[in-house]
């Protein structure tokens, strides 16, 4: 049975997962292979958010008061391809993010509200596989790492508690696709043909790039790519950092926070 493949990453244990919360800088990140992740856990009844920072006005040739809701459109129909309802779009401005402390309490904001119990931040690295990285995912990926960690701070943003919103401690940040994988997650034929179908959803989007290749072509192929280090025909990669919240009881719910 053997084909020779090497594997080298751990599979993923998400079977106690409640809520994952996936945080990006525009419509579309998701849907460059996470989102075929993201459909084997909606389709087990784990509930699956997006948290976008910005519109993503700024990526398409049409002006931004156009692109902006239009882009915004077409992410809700790339939720709806995989089985994900909860979706915030910040109206951050697109290309101009930073990982700083306005971005930082907006993340740790959806975290308390959202109650997450794995985050999900993008790949922020300077390279990363697919070529050199954007800006904005730099920085809403920095952000993301910290926002985890301020969101189960009680005195950090200590207006998020004035507005009701309770510290929360997610168990586990994952970073997805990056270059250092620790995980993989295999995914099956459907999820992967849903990961196509999110991808498409961003129709208009994906006409404004003529060179960029059809979804159906190379989504399964990236897919493909990484499946093998984990043993599997199709995957995703990802590395994941435990956040401590394991320490706590996660039944005891909000109690668990007071002091
Ligand atoms: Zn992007």
Redesign the pocket.
Known sequence: MSNGTENKLDILDWSDWKRVLCV??????TEYGLSAAVNMWTRAGIEVGYLLLTA?EA?MKRYPAEAGPLRQGEQRAACDAVGVEHLTILDHADGHLMPNLDLRRDIAREIRGYRPDVVIA?NFDVEAPWGLN?A??RAVGLATIDAARDAGNRWVFTELADDGLEPWEADLLLVAQPGNPTHGVPVDDKAVEAAVHSLECHEAYLADLPGHPAPVDFIPMMLGQAGPAMGAENGVTFRVHELGGVAKSKDAGADADEA
């Open positions: 990006v800088a525009h419509p579309d990140d993503g990526g993008q954007q904005d995912h």
